[in-house]
């Protein structure tokens, strides 16, 4: 049988509404050629305490392989956006109003290309960031990423 190539909107139709059907919510679906190969990753997520585990990824690639089988490339990977998922747009931002996150720009501002502050919130054009009373603004197109900082403060060395 002839692959499809690869079309990203049909298959984030798939994925999401299998996603819904799972009690999940699409995150993101991405192809990135590697050296190895294709790869077609799918991002699931949950508003379910301790997020996505690895057996919610199994049980979801083993219902959406079949449906995008069909689809041009070499592995299929079935992921949690993470613990430092990146905060894309002002509905993120207002779920994660107050989070520490991690904020990297193109270009230094006051000598830092980097800041890891408290979001305060972000709209199309700006994000902004509390520093103690204060709030520094960025211009969205001045920022690369704008990522959760992980949270791993109850992770203990000894169990």
Do not use: W
Request: include cysteine; charge should be negative; charged fraction near 35%.
């Amino acid at each position: 049988m002839a692959q499809e190539t690869l079309n990203l909107k049909k298959i984030k139709d798939i994925a999401s509404q299998l996603a819904g059907q799972q009690g999940y919510s699409l995150f993101d679906v991405a192809c990135d050629k590697e050296h190895t190969g294709k790869y077609l990753r799918i991002y699931i997520d949950t508003d379910r305490e301790g997020g996505i585990t690895l057996d919610d990824c199994e049980r979801y690639h083993r219902a959406v392989q079949p449906m995008v089988e069909d689809y041009d490339y070499d592995f299929l990977e079935v992921c949690s956006p993470g613990a430092d998922r990146p905060v894309r747009d002002p509905e993120e931002a207002r779920r994660y109003a107050g989070s520490l996150v991690d904020v990297k720009l193109y270009k230094p501002v006051n000598g830092s290309k980097e800041y890891c502050l408290p979001l305060e919130g972000m709209t199309d054009s700006e994000v902004m960031l509390k520093l103690g009373e204060e709030t520094l603004t960025f211009d969205r197109a001045s920022v690369a990423s704008v990522r959760l900082h992980p949270d791993l403060s109850g992770l203990d060395e000894e169990e």
